[in-house]
């Protein structure tokens, strides 16, 4: 038997409810072989030997984080397109939280190893950019505390937190930005997508 609106809203979160369409955009049809970018890097460095090898480790930290933000984010849309099929229950939209927060933890991964290996700054204390928004949506998934309701939420817009919003049309242009990189580090000539 189905829960009703009321029951959700008043013994699990009325978060859950306020999910009503998807709005993210299927990242893995822009980005076709972004399933195998670890795979193609490996090809890369057997078979072309590039990057030098002084960069491999930046760059399989790199084009991996980036693969799982990618995975992630794919499995996050899935959860809430099951979440507004119309039975109302709260699971789904957990497993989408679960994998949003993962998504986003490993796309500022991928920009902080590049911070570190730059010796650059990504953006200035609460600048707004969509970065900095980022890093604080990271920041309270990874120290919630035990006992704090929905530190972290999903709208049809994008990721909350008390004090910043950051839309999934932010999320995506950042991690195309990363896919970008991962591609031309996965492809021969310019040729993006080696395969696996």
């Not at 693969?67 to 996050?76: G, P, V």
């Not at 849309?77 to 979440?83: F, I």
């Not at 242009?173 to 993006?192: N, P």
Request: glycine share 4%; proline share 4%; charged share 20%.
């Amino acid at each position: 038997m189905p829960f009703t609106k009321y029951a959700v809203e008043t013994f699990i979160s009325s978060k859950v409810t306020g999910v009503t369409e998807c709005r993210i955009t299927d990242l893995s049809a822009e980005f076709p072989n972004s399933s195998n970018w670890v795979s193609g890097f490996g090809l890369m460095v057997i078979f072309v030997n590039q990057p030098p090898e002084v960069m491999r480790p930046f760059a399989i930290q790199f084009v991996r984080r980036t693969e799982m933000a990618f995975a992630e984010y794919m499995r996050m849309r899935a959860e809430v397109q099951d979440l507004i099929s119309g039975n109302p229950r709260w699971s789904p939209y957990y497993r989408a939280l679960h994998h949003g927060e993962t998504a986003a933890a490993m796309l500022y991964q991928a920009y902080d190893h590049s911070r570190k290996k730059l010796k650059t700054q990504l953006f200035e204390s609460n600048d707004g950019s969509s970065l900095q928004r980022l890093n604080l949506l990271y920041t309270t998934s990874k120290h919630q505390t035990a006992d704090a309701q929905d530190p972290v939420w999903l709208s049809n817009e994008g990721f909350h937190t008390a004090n910043v919003t950051l839309l999934f049309s932010e999320f995506e242009e950042l991690a195309r930005s990363c896919a970008r990189v991962a591609e031309s580090l996965t492809s021969t000539k310019g040729e993006a997508g080696v395969q696996a």
